[in-house]
């Protein structure tokens, strides 16, 4: 779309953060996201520095009837915060933070990362729930429901959201609360970017670490079976603090496998411990007998350090394709199914994982926010990634196949922020029996659509 010049310029004037076009040197570096398969060219990049950036940026893409993207993090695999030839609302200056330690509280700002919100609570041993990878952005991965290493012990993400501020679609500045606009508030927890730009999150914090119980025991996947079997039974008795996950994949070179094992398949269990080291130590011993270990990584680390642990597998810049679903139970033919795949991997890169979630993420009804999945006890994600655009449809249809081969494991219903741009049918299934309410919200803060570049929830 073209855009006037004196509108842009008009923009420019009143705006404390900066406007990207391009033909701007900055441009390019500036639509790039996590995932590379995703190549998109906006008109127009507002950075934004400030609450009046956001509401200037919302109202110009309005009333200039502009397809708008909102840029957290830009993690997201479908790559929502792009989109071509519209506004891309870019919110990475906007990081501030305050912790009110008296009160276990913390409230940040829309561009932060993980990383970011945890760096500035483990500066005072305190946490909430969040992702697996540190340069996921807050806002993202909160709006779509959010879960890690904590939600068993604390719940997911959206458990610990306390209140959001936000920009409607109207450029209006609202407070969402359980007790100030509540049909927005609860739309928020899990509805993820449909109803405006969330500026600011205040959520609830937990006595974590700093050090905490982590790391990896890594499995031969001629083992995967049986070790997956125990892991089921494992799981199921686990206290609400100790988080174990499974990961399937070819074996990076890790400094504590023998080399000869680097390149072939294995099954790795990453765990972490919430609570003091000491009682987590007796809790994670059986793990170690579930058959022969290659080796582990097992022992008392920064939170920190662990929340990063993964990110050197999912630097920014690869193509990423995902397919996800809920389990209720992991039954045996699903064992089956996923060591066929993991014999197929068709990129060294690629895996599937199971996270165990359960626990505290259950306990909440199926209601009580926009995120309905309170029966999943695990999310299979299939994380197809590679490098080279040529290998697009192998490594797009192994994830495909596999996805196909477990559906008849999966309970309901599906992670929204695992979706893909291409599952447009499934967006039903990730809102569940919440649709409907979502839509009534829509209507109620953006009935015309402006928010409308995510897994989208159409105005009743």
């Known amino acids: 779309m073209k855009l006037q010049a004196t509108k842009i310029e008009d923009l420019k004037g009143k705006l404390g953060g900066q406007v990207i076009l391009p033909s701007d040197d900055a441009y390019d570096e500036a639509r790039k996201i996590w995932n590379a398969m995703v190549d998109k060219h906006p008109a127009i990049i507002v950075r934004c520095a400030t609450t009046s950036d956001v509401v200037l940026a919302v109202n110009f893409a309005r009333d200039n009837r502009l397809l708008l993207a909102v840029r957290g993090g830009g993690h997201n695999i479908a790559g929502s915060a792009m989109c071509d030839d519209g506004m891309v609302i870019d919110l990475s200056p906007m990081k501030a933070a305050i912790v009110d330690i008296a009160a276990r509280r913390v409230t940040i700002e829309g561009g932060a990362t993980l990383a970011d919100l945890d760096a500035t609570t483990q500066a005072h041993g305190l946490a909430t729930p969040l992702g697996i990878n540190s340069t996921t952005g807050v806002a993202g991965l909160t709006l779509g429901g959010g879960f890690g290493w904590l939600s068993r012990k604390y719940g997911m993400t959206i458990d610990n959201l306390e209140s959001a501020e936000v920009v409607t679609a109207a450029g209006e500045i609202v407070h969402a609360s359980d007790t100030e606009h509540p049909d927005l508030f609860w739309a928020l927890r899990g509805g993820s970017g449909n109803f405006g730009v969330v500026i600011r999150f205040t959520f609830r914090l937990h006595p974590v670490g700093p050090d905490v119980l ?80 290659l080796g582990e990584h097992v022992g008392v680390q920064p939170y920190t350090a662990w929340q990063q642990a993964f990110d050197p597998l999912l630097t920014p810049g690869a193509r990423n394709y995902w397919k996800s679903h809920n389990f209720s139970t992991l039954q045996d033919g699903l064992f089956d199914a996923v060591v066929k795949s993991i014999e197929k991997l068709p990129s060294p890169q690629c895996e599937i994982f199971f996270g165990a979630i359960g626990g505290a993420t259950t306990r909440p009804a199926p209601d009580s926010a926009a995120y309905a999945h309170r029966d999943a006890q695990f999310v299979m994600n299939v994380h197809g990634r590679w490098e080279d655009p040529a290998d697009d449809d192998r490594c797009i249809g192994w994830a495909r196949d596999f996805f196909n081969a477990s559906a008849p494991f999966a309970s309901s219903g599906v992670y929204v922020n695992f979706l893909t741009a291409d599952e447009g049918d499934r967006v039903r299934s990730a809102y569940g029996p919440n649709y409907d309410r979502l839509a009534q919200v829509k209507r109620t803060y953006d009935p015309d659509n402006l928010f409308r570049t995510n897994q989208n929830i159409q105005p009743a």
């Open 214 to 293: 982590s790391g990896l025991i890594v499995y031969p996947i001629a083992e995967a079976k049986s070790v997956l079997r125990q892991y089921r039974e494992f799981t199921r008795k686990a206290p609400d603090a100790l988080s174990v996950w499974a990961v399937l994949r070819q074996a990076p070179p890790l400094p504590f496998l023998p080399e000869e094992v680097h390149g072939t398949g294995m099954i790795a269990l990453a765990l972490l411990y919430a609570d003091d080291p000491k009682v987590g130590e007796p809790l994670i011993d059986p793990l170690r007998k579930f058959g022969t270990p």
